[in-house]
C-alpha cells in the first residue's frame, strides 16, 4: 500500500469527525497539524479533486438552502483508507518507542 | 467586508481563469468562498500580508498543478504497439549507434585505425543501411496505423479501410529503396 500524501490524509483525518466544507476543512487541518499545515485554496481542492477521484470522499447534498458551499464527508472506502493509514502510523509509533533516538548533538 | 479585501478577491476570481474549465466548473465558486473566508478571518495588516504571500503560493504551485495534469488528461495514451515498435526501432538503429561512437573513439581520442571489419561494405551496409531502414518501415507503420485508427475513429475514412492496405503503401516503396539501394 503506498502512502497517501500528506494533506490528503490530513483532509481526510479532518473528515473523520464530521462533513465538512472546504474552509472548514482546512481550519481543521491547521488545527489537528498544530498550525504545520497551513493549506491555501488550490492545494486544498487539489486534493479534494483527488480524493473524489479515487472515491475516498464524497460531496454531501446541500441541507442549507442558502449555504452554497459544498460540504464533503468521507465514503466508505475512505474510512477504510484512512484506517489503514492509521494502522500504519501506530505501528510506526510503536517501533519508535522501542528504539533508543539518539539526543541532537550526539 | 473592506474595500481592498474585495480588490483582492475580484483580482483573485480573475485569475482563476487561468485554471483549465473543467477544474474550474466544478471548484472555481468553491475556492472563492474559502478565500473569501481567509480574507475576513485576517483581521490585522501582519496577518493580511501573510495571508497573501500564503495566496500566492498556492496559486502559483496550484496552477501549474492543475494545468499540467490537465494537459496530461488531454493527451491520448501511448498505443501498446507504437511504444513496442519504438523500443524495437531503437534496437535496430543502436548499432549504428554504437559503431559510429567505437570509431569516434578508435580515431580522435585512441588515435587508432578503424578496424578494417567495421567498414567492409557488407557490415556497413548491414548496419548503416538495412537495420535503420528497417526500424524505419516498423515505426512508420505502428504510425500509420495509430494514425488510421485515429481517422477511422472520428469519422472521416470509413472504418473498412484495412491497417494490411496503410503498411503495403508505405511498405512496398521501402523495401523497394531497400532493394535499389543494396543492388
Not at chain 1, 500524501?5 to 465538512?20: H, K, W
Not at chain 1, 474552509?23 to 486534493?47: N, T
Not at chain 2, 493527451?75 to 570509431?103: D, E, H, M, W
Not at chain 2, 485508427?149 to 508505405?170: A, F, M, N
Request: contains cysteine.
Amino acid at each position: 500500500m503506498d502512502l497517501l500524501p500528506q494533506v490528503s490524509f490530513s483532509i481526510l483525518f479532518a473528515l473523520s469527525l464530521q462533513p465538512r466544507h472546504g474552509y472548514e476543512i482546512m481550519q481543521q487541518v491547521e488545527h489537528d497539524s498544530g498550525g504545520r499545515i497551513k493549506l491555501g485554496p488550490g492545494a486544498l481542492y487539489g486534493s479534494i479533486k483527488q480524493l473524489r477521484e479515487a472515491g475516498l470522499i464524497e460531496e454531501l447534498a446541500s441541507v442549507h438552502g442558502a449555504d452554497r458551499r459544498r460540504s464533503y464527508k468521507l465514503s466508505l472506502a475512505g474510512w477504510a483508507r484512512l484506517n489503514e493509514e492509521l494502522a500504519y502510523y501506530k505501528t510506526t509509533v510503536s517501533l519508535a518507542r522501542k528504539r533508543t533516538v539518539p539526543e541532537q548533538g550526539v | 467586508m473592506a474595500s481592498h479585501d474585495q480588490s483582492v478577491l475580484y483580482c483573485y476570481q480573475k485569475l482563476l481563469k487561468l485554471y483549465p474549465e473543467a477544474y474550474r466548473q466544478e471548484y472555481e465558486a468553491e475556492m472563492v468562498y474559502t478565500m473569501e473566508a481567509m480574507l475576513v478571518d485576517a483581521d490585522t495588516p501582519a496577518a493580511k500580508w501573510q495571508f497573501l504571500v500564503r495566496a500566492s503560493r498556492d496559486y502559483l504551485v496550484s496552477l501549474t498543478r492543475q494545468n499540467v495534469l490537465a494537459l496530461e488528461d488531454a493527451v491520448p495514451a501511448t498505443p501498446p504497439y507504437i511504444q513496442r515498435s519504438s523500443k524495437l526501432g531503437l534496437g535496430l538503429v543502436a548499432p549504428f549507434f554504437i559503431v559510429c561512437t567505437y570509431n569516434c573513439i578508435n580515431q580522435y581520442l585512441l588515435h587508432q585505425a578503424v578496424p578494417y571489419a567495421w567498414l567492409e561494405a557488407k557490415t556497413w551496409i548491414i548496419y548503416c543501411i538495412v537495420l535503420p531502414l528497417l526500424a524505419f518501415i516498423i515505426v512508420t507503420t505502428a504510425g500509420t496505423r495509430s494514425l488510421s485508427e485515429y481517422v477511422c475513429k472520428h469519422g472521416q475514412l470509413s472504418s473498412s479501410r484495412s491497417i494490411v492496405y496503410d503498411w503495403l503503401l508505405l511498405g512496398v516503396p521501402l523495401v523497394l529503396l531497400i532493394t535499389l539501394t543494396l543492388l
